[in-house]
């Protein structure tokens, strides 16, 4: 659709196609999951069964904006075809009432002055009440000051005509100034990814916008959608989990000048700490993009949406860089918006990873094995190993008792208090010999 408006290349949407038909389709293999939020950002929602119908009447105007184009249209064509047939009634009474429409003799004198001048059938009432509620006054017909009658409904119908314009042109503007059409331009990429990123298995998508004007206050919310039994049996089949998005500001503020990379760190506390690449092929989830900000030429709010289930989560892969310096100034490729390249990633899940590493939790008073920066001898930093128990391999200060007898033989046995930064050791550990 965006290269049908000229707002993308050709090229960009042939890349889509190759990327598409790269990636293994997984969801071919089985029948497709029910989302909650589609990949356009419209909610994948029926409300059935709503009996007091009578609440959307209450508030008419917003009814009447929630309602498409097609049928807007025809409520306010029948809005003022309506009008006009009932005021052409009431003319056509009043001139009725008054003797207006009986026939007068064109050889005999002036007849008595008439409610509304030429009116002499329905028609003419009806072209009459048209010409009022308009305002167009062709100068054929018009009311006189006879009927006081007449000036009463001439009044009434003016101002039922400006109510009805002013409502057909507020819901017109509205409908055209929606804040989802500003989200027509903002493009998510059609597969998220899992790669690793500062030595930590990470969530990343990628958002831009194709417009020149910014989105003010901008910020992205996720969402986790799966379903869950608590520990009473319950089971609740939209359960909706907040996910923390990377941002050094510790807020979900994003300055959207250029596509970003949004990141979701899998670590501990995360909903999705325990995902590995195994159980993302057979979980239930939905994974929920929300950005939100002001649009600054008009300063409307606006939202747009998207989603990522398993089958468009990409494991060990990362987006390649389309952001290029040419003659002192940045350019966008959005041909390689949604290319991504493989990387070297384990398949256990962060849990796994931090049990392997010897991260234990649940206690504070463990013993946390092997990665903590372990001062020793005259300020240098090493990298710890794994744990120093009876039954793990002894880690890389513990020495040999080999090597520690022909220091002694030597006399050059030295005695190095070892200090760990920020992890506990065990007392055993004191004492090492350099």
Sequence with gaps: MLARKGLLPDGFLLTRLAEDQNQPNRSRSRSQRARFITKTGSCNVAHKNIREQGRFLQDVFTTMVDLKWQHSLLIFTSAFLCSWMLFAMIWWLVAFAHGDLEPRDPSGGPGPVPCVTAIHSFTSAFLFSIEVQVTIGFGGRMVTEECPLAITVLII????GLIINAVMLGCVFMKTAQANRRAETLIFSRNAVIAPRNGRPTFMFRVGDL???MIISATVQLQVIRRTVTAEGEVIPVCQLDIQVENPLRSNGIFLVSPLIISHTMERGSPLYELSAQSLASDDLEIIVILEGVVETTGIT???????????ILWGRRFVSIITEEDGRYCVDYSKFG???PVRMSSLSAKELDQTRGVQEGS????????GLVRAGRGGFRRGGRACDSSAPQPWYAQSEKPEKQAEQKGQKKTVQLEVIGRQVEDGLGDVSD
């Excluded at 119908?157 to 039922?160: D, G, P, R, Y």
């Excluded at 504070?364 to 990665?371: E, F, K, R």
Aim: glycine letters at 4%; proline letters at 3%; charged letters at 20%.
């Design 157 to 160: 119908q003016n101002i039922l």
């Design 211 to 213: 417009r020149k004007s």
């Design 302 to 312: 606006m939202q747009a949406r998207t989603s990522y289930t398993p089958e468009e």
């Design 339 to 341: 290319n991504t390249v």
């Design 364 to 371: 504070s008073d463990a013993t946390l094995q092997g990665w």
